[in-house]
């Protein structure tokens, strides 16, 4: 299996975004490289995050990128498959550093179309439920929504996921 320059796997919370996108990257020949973008600010994070480790075995690199995710992308290692999890964390991350995430996502954007080799991005459907009661949630929503959109535009392939089913959309 070849993996397409860059694909997008989209979801709701526990539909099984990350295992999917690990297994389209473990498909192809190594290396590979893991960009995290989650911080650990509680135990239960930090539980969440070293089972993500350990479900991804010894065949793989981790890079913590919770703010600089264009520069992560843009110092992997040539030719070897990414996978970036999750976008919507990293986007909280530049939202909660007062950064401007039109002018993050435009510059993560343009690093997903310069990528050395196959990039597989992971991010969390937000906009399917309610309009949120707070301005921050709908900024919030509204941003990833723009972001989602863009690297859709940009993706080879887009994979909607429910209930660990993958729906190629793209």
Not at 63 to 90: E, I, R
Not at 135 to 152: C, P, S, T, V, Y
Request: charged share 20%; aromatic share 4%.
């Amino acid at each position: 299996m070849t993996l397409p320059p860059l694909t997008l796997v989209l979801g709701g919370a526990r539909s099984g975004k990350s295992r999917h996108a690990e297994r389209l990257v473990e498909a192809v020949p190594g290396p590979w490289t893991y960009i995290a973008t989650a911080q650990a600010f509680d135990g239960e994070m930090r539980d969440r995050i070293a089972l993500h480790r350990q479900r991804r075995g010894a065949g793989w690199s981790t890079v913590d990128a919770p703010l600089d995710l264009a520069g992560a992308l843009f110092a992997a290692p040539p030719g070897g498959a990414v996978l970036v999890d999750c976008l919507t964390l990293w986007l909280t991350n530049v939202m909660l550093a007062e950064r401007d995430p039109a002018a993050e996502s435009l510059a993560l954007v343009a690093a997903c179309r310069a990528a050395p080799g196959p990039l597989v991005l992971v991010g969390n459907e937000v906009g399917l439920g309610i309009v949120p009661d707070n301005a921050l949630a709908r900024r919030f929503r509204d941003a990833a929504g723009r972001l989602h959109q863009d690297l859709a535009a940009a993706a080879d392939r887009v994979v909607f996921m429910v209930a660990g089913l993958p729906m190629q959309v793209k």
